[in-house]
């Protein structure tokens, strides 16, 4: 029986599959995650491809070999493309929402770039295939104008913010912004432990945005010990790239 903690797959879970492809978002299904996070990039040709780059850099070589940057790529460059050490091809959004459409698993979407016309984009997508209440839009705090737009455009959209500041007023950076979610860490939850040991605020952050609605997470969680320590401190929700092993942690 799963716990009440909510188990997410960053990258579709990226050390059970491919990151990024629709065989790592089948594979975060059939693990039982709760939800999985994808990124999204724009061709030459304005369509939005799920790969994973630096923000706003265009080599697309970590990922796929190639050496040609992604902003001389058409869509039809990038389907000849397979993920680096891989049979799996790079993903057009249109699949991933055609996948959460026939699952039924939460999607967040992560831009990877600020460019004019991706987020009316996603948002437009998003109306098209019914799935408001399905897929969302995160992204890290620095970049909070995204997830502003993302409200100013379609208000039912769920946006999370990411906060790698354990200094910060976590309350008042989502009620800023309209965020429906906070996730701490994204690769630097050891920051808000380091934190919390001197400062033993945490919990009561967590229970401020909980009394207001706003959904906690924590990322990623890698070892037993994270999820303890975040199990501990009563963040809902754990992004990792190993979902069935944190799952384990979870309820060992």
């Known amino acids: 029986m799963k716990t009440e903690v909510k188990i997410l797959a960053h990258r579709g879970g990226l050390d059970r599959a491919p990151e990024n492809t629709i065989v790592s978002f089948r594979q975060a299904f059939k693990d039982g995650a709760d939800a999985f996070e994808c990124d999204v990039r724009l061709t030459k040709d304005q369509e939005p491809i799920i790969i994973h780059t630096d923000f706003n850099q265009d080599s697309i070589e970590e990922v796929t070999g190639c050496t040609s940057p992604l902003s001389e790529l058409n869509w039809m460059d990038v389907q000849k493309l397979k993920v680096l050490d891989s049979p799996e091809p790079v993903a057009h959004l249109d699949e991933v929402l055609a996948f959460v459409k026939e699952t039924g698993l939460l999607c967040f979407i992560e831009p990877k770039e600020d460019a004019k016309n991706?987020?009316?984009?996603?948002?437009?997508?998003?109306?098209?295939?019914?799935?408001?209440?399905?897929?969302?839009?995160?992204?890290?705090?620095?970049?909070?104008?995204?997830?502003?737009?993302?409200?100013?455009?379609?208000?039912?959209?769920?946006?999370?913010?990411?906060?790698?500041?354990?200094?910060?007023?976590?309350?008042?950076?989502?009620?800023?912004?309209?965020?429906?979610?906070?996730?701490?860490?994204?690769?630097?939850?050891?920051?808000?432990?380091?934190?919390?040991?001197?400062?033993?605020?945490?919990?009561?952050?967590?229970?401020?945005?909980?009394?207001?609605?706003?959904?906690?997470?924590?990322?990623?969680?890698?070892?037993?010990?994270?999820?303890?320590?975040?199990?501990?401190?009563?963040?809902?929700?754990?992004?990792?790239?190993?979902?069935?092993?944190?799952?384990?942690?979870?309820?060992?």
């Open 118 to 252: 991706l987020i009316p984009l996603l948002v437009e997508r998003i109306q098209q295939f019914d799935l408001v209440d399905k897929v969302g839009i995160l992204t890290f705090y620095s970049r909070k104008e995204l997830l502003i737009q993302v409200k100013q455009i379609e208000p039912r959209i769920q946006t999370s913010v990411i906060i790698i500041n354990p200094l910060a007023n976590f309350l008042r950076v989502a009620e800023a912004i309209n965020a429906n979610r906070v996730v701490i860490g994204w690769s630097r939850i050891n920051h808000f432990q380091l934190y919390n040991i001197i400062s033993h605020s945490l919990t009561r952050k967590v229970r401020h945005l909980k009394t207001e609605g706003i959904t906690v997470e924590g990322g990623f969680v890698r070892t037993r010990r994270d999820v303890k320590w975040s199990l501990r401190h009563e963040i809902g929700g754990l992004w990792t790239d190993d979902v069935p092993m944190i799952r384990g942690f979870a309820e060992g």
